[in-house]
């Protein structure tokens, strides 16, 4: 391609038509959690479209593609998994927007589906980015980045596996162990911490400019979507203990617990 825009617009118009597809896949099913599981493998699709179209050198193109595949593949398998364990029942959150919605639920669904494809096509760019860059040698920044991408796929995967396991044995207890005994949200954090990873590659190609996607992902996931909603359903399902876990230990970064004077 010979700039920057005929690729991102190709890109937002498959994220439109595939929001679409997976809407109607949603509807078939009755099952808007599947929502969840086109946000995961999204963006590692996208960083290999980048990859592909981009004309920049092919070392930054596939170390790219590679770490993004990773990092969102492995996600969006984890939330197709969790998903699939839930149907033909929804994520509860779905389940009650459904409920609270009633009959306006489709069309509430249908602008949800689309607000996320929206999210989607606005972080986009921080893949691109990279993919433009002629420059062969891989610099120490871009090194950086990909060391943080790693660890926030490894702390990532970390944090989930603990509370998988731990929920095996104790689900309607509060999980304080691993990761979880110094974070409330620790996948939360190492998901956005990847963000920061990617920025950081896109620096190596003058990406400055995608700055704003390590931030909004940290608004999102610490005030709109991520962590709200989960608290709110964690303080439902476990009250008084899930209070007392919320006094001692960090909501988002991860750090040492509070002691609590009686």
């Not at 197709?80 to 929804?90: F, G, M, V, W």
């Not at 090194?143 to 990532?156: K, M, N, P, R």
């Not at 095996?168 to 949200?185: A, E, I």
């Amino acid at each position: 391609m010979d700039s920057l825009w005929p690729q991102l617009l190709l890109c937002w118009f498959a994220v439109f038509t595939i929001v679409n597809l997976t809407f109607g896949l949603s509807q078939i099913l009755r099952n808007a959690g599947i929502v969840d599981v086109l946000w995961g493998f999204s963006f590692g699709t996208i960083a290999i479209f980048f990859a592909l179209s981009g004309d920049g050198h092919e070392t930054r193109r596939i170390a790219l593609a590679i770490a993004a595949a990773l990092w969102s593949g492995r996600l969006g398998l984890y939330l197709l998994i969790r998903c699939k364990s839930y149907h033909p029942a929804e994520d509860k959150r779905y389940a009650e927007l459904r409920e609270k919605w009633g009959d306006k639920a489709n069309l509430y669904m249908f602008g949800m589906f689309h607000w996320q494809g929206a999210l989607i096509m606005i972080f986009c760019p921080i893949f691109a980015v990279p993919t433009w860059n002629p420059n062969a040698v891989i610099t120490l920044v871009e090194w950086v980045g990909l060391a943080i991408v790693a660890v926030a796929i490894i702390g990532e995967s970390l944090a989930d596996w603990q509370l998988a396991r731990f929920k095996k044995q104790n689900s309607k207890k509060v999980c304080q162990t691993g990761l979880w005994k110094y974070s409330r949200h620790p996948n939360y954090f190492f998901q956005w911490f990847a963000w920061v990873g990617f920025f950081f590659f896109a620096i190596g190609s003058g990406g400055w400019w995608t700055v704003y996607c390590p931030f909004l992902m940290l608004f999102l996931l610490v005030r709109v979507f991520g962590i709200p909603a989960n608290e709110e359903q964690n303080l439902k399902s476990k009250g008084e203990a899930y209070r007392d876990y919320q006094q001692t230990t960090s909501s988002f970064i991860p750090w040492p617990p509070r002691t609590i004077t009686p």
